[in-house]
């Protein structure tokens, strides 16, 4: 996640000077929207699969719980809501104030000096990586540019140096631990990133889904729900030699299923005109 708020906050920059009467809609109003229409989408969903290990409000209290201090699976939303209107209020602040102050929240909490409900954790300490990527949009451009196959591999071994050095000492409870992982983690894909986009017929596909990732993101934790639901039954009375093949290829088979059935069902809301579900609706202030 690290990495799609530093990206987030670099999309953010041109809005980030405008009038509030201008990018409010945009960048506050739309994804607030879209967190509570599916918030409840997913609750009504997700009630016809109790089991289902995945956050899902069972009372009104734990609804609104949701909505406000611990965001349920759709949590990006309301963290690009809440981010923006924290960094757009806050604009006059001194910027390495701002970063410290993200720093130290991430650090505190990643350490478990706070109660963590649900993603109420990852709200918390990614507001440093979107500010990073608010701040910092032509470093981490000038980066991806620059990047080639050498200094890729170097930052991928340092990634893996980093991970594997917080496994081996469990040192991911020690304060500033995981901001720094994250750090060098961020770096790693916004260098890999471009090299694979470059890569003939990878980069076009890749952009494509990329281009459809708010109905995929809204859509698929029901449809995996459901999913589990219809399958556990059958796969369960699979032998266990059937399941251990079963496996290798489950992950894989059904991701893409899921994002089949993702852009299938955008597909068909949208041919019923149901744009409400993925838009804001209303005029657009220009």
């Known amino acids: 996640m690290p990495l799609f708020f530093t990206i987030s906050g670099m999309f953010a920059t041109g809005a980030f000077q405008r009038p509030w009467r201008v990018v409010a809609r945009s960048r506050v109003a739309k994804f607030l929207y879209l967190y509570v229409l599916w918030d409840c989408v997913h609750t009504a969903l997700l009630a016809l699969v109790p089991g289902f290990d995945t956050a899902s409000a069972g009372s009104p209290a734990e609804f609104i719980e949701q909505l406000t201090i611990s965001p349920p699976n759709l949590w990006y939303l309301y963290a690009l809501a809440l981010y923006f209107t924290v960094a757009r209020a806050l604009r006059r602040v001194p910027k390495p104030v701002m970063l410290g102050a993200a720093l130290i929240l991430s650090a505190v909490v990643a350490a478990g000096y706070v109660p963590i409900e649900a993603n109420r954790g990852s709200l918390l300490q990614n507001l440093l990586f979107f500010l990073a990527g608010l701040y910092f949009r032509p470093y981490v451009e000038r980066l991806a540019d620059t990047t080639g196959p050498r200094r890729a591999v170097l930052i991928t071994a340092g990634y893996g140096v980093a991970v594997l050095a917080l496994l081996a000492t469990g040192a991911q409870r020690f304060p500033g631990a995981w901001p720094a992982v994250c750090v060098v983690a961020t770096l790693f894909g916004v260098s890999a990133g471009p090299l694979v986009a470059s890569v003939r017929g990878l ?12 109905p995929i993101y809204v859509i698929h934790m029901p449809v995996l729900a459901l999913l589990h639901k219809a399958l556990i039954g059958p796969l369960s009375r699979v032998g266990a030699l059937g399941q251990y093949a079963f496996v290798f290829v489950y992950p894989a088979v059904m991701t ?6 993702c852009l299938l069902a955008e597909s068909l809301l949208l041919k019923a005109r149901a744009t409400w579900l993925f838009e804001l609706p209303g005029r657009r202030i220009k």
């Open 203 to 214: 980069g076009d596909g890749l952009a494509w889904l990329g281009r459809r990732t708010l």
């Open 256 to 261: 893409a299923l899921i994002v089949a059935l």
